[in-house]
T-cell receptor, first 113, second 117 residues
Framework: SQKIEQNSEALNIQEGKTATLTCNYTNYSPAYLQWYRQDPGRGPVFLLLIRENEKEKRKERLKVTFDTTLKQSLFHITASQPADSATYLCALDRGSTLGRLYFGRGTQLTVWP | KAGVTQTPRYLIKTRGQQVTLSCSPISGHRSVSWYQQTPGQGLQFLFEYFSETQRNKGNFPGRFSGRQFSNSRSEMNVSTLELGDSALYLC????????????????FGDGTRLSIL
């Protein structure tokens, strides 16, 4: 089955810096990859989706890259703010007809002033 | 547009009991997926329903079941509850089913926190 590893359980950075979160996967090659944000006591909220034939996707201060050779996705938050503090989850889908999302365990990001 | 609604938000049960959780998807969404989230295992896929049919099922015992109604609302049931079933149960909806070329993002509710005593 699909195995997904997110670089660390927790990441602490100073406000204004760029946060970089890593998602590594093994076994199957996903057709696309999604990133979600989850706040305590809430459900995950969709942020970005990137397809296997795309190298990079941007949305405001967020950037996602997808390297199918390295089997890795990087999620960047530039000019980070304390409000960006949350757990970030990556999720993969192989793209088959009966697809399903495999989620990583998430990285808890804390941005301190 | 109202988001995904899950009821109840919190539930306390004892071992051996059964429980039913409810999920109302975003209006117009026909696919509903259920996940179990625990600190140790993260988000684990339970099953997905589309047009009242179960399309896909995760690696959970038969005690976990679900169904979807004609209005796309969904319920999941857990019978003979065990201590290990304590978790946050999340429901997510999307316009089309997961997989294929649709690449649908999931819209999650805030979950039902189930505690087993």
């Amino acid at each position: 089955s699909q195995k997904i590893e997110q670089n660390s359980e927790a990441l602490n950075i100073q406000e204004g810096k760029t946060a970089t979160l890593t998602c590594n996967y093994t076994n199957y090659s996903p057709a696309y990859l999604q990133w979600y944000r989850q706040d305590p006591g809430r459900g995950p909220v969709f942020l970005l989706l990137i397809r296997e034939n795309e190298k990079e996707k941007r949305k405001e201060r967020l950037k996602v890259t997808f390297d199918t050779t390295l089997k890795q996705s990087l999620f960047h938050i530039t000019a980070s703010q304390p409000a960006d503090s949350a757990t970030y989850l990556c999720a993969l889908d192989r793209g088959s007809t009966l697809g399903r999302l495999y989620f990583g365990r998430g990285t808890q990001l804390t941005v301190w002033p | 547009k109202a988001g995904v609604t899950q009821t109840p938000r919190y539930l306390i049960k004892t071992r051996g009991q059964q429980v039913t959780l409810s999920c109302s998807p975003i209006s117009g969404h026909r696919s509903v997926s259920w996940y179990q989230q625990t600190p140790g295992q993260g988000l684990q896929f339970l099953f997905e329903y589309f047009s009242e049919t179960q399309r896909n099922k995760g690696n959970f015992p038969g005690r976990f079941s679900g169904r979807q109604f004609s209005n796309s609302r969904s319920e999941m049931n857990v019978s003979t509850l065990e201590l290990g079933d304590s978790a946050l149960y999340l429901c997510a909806s999307s316009l089309e089913p997961t997989g294929g070329v649709s690449n649908q993002p999931q819209h999650f509710g805030d979950g039902t926190r189930l505690s087993i005593l």
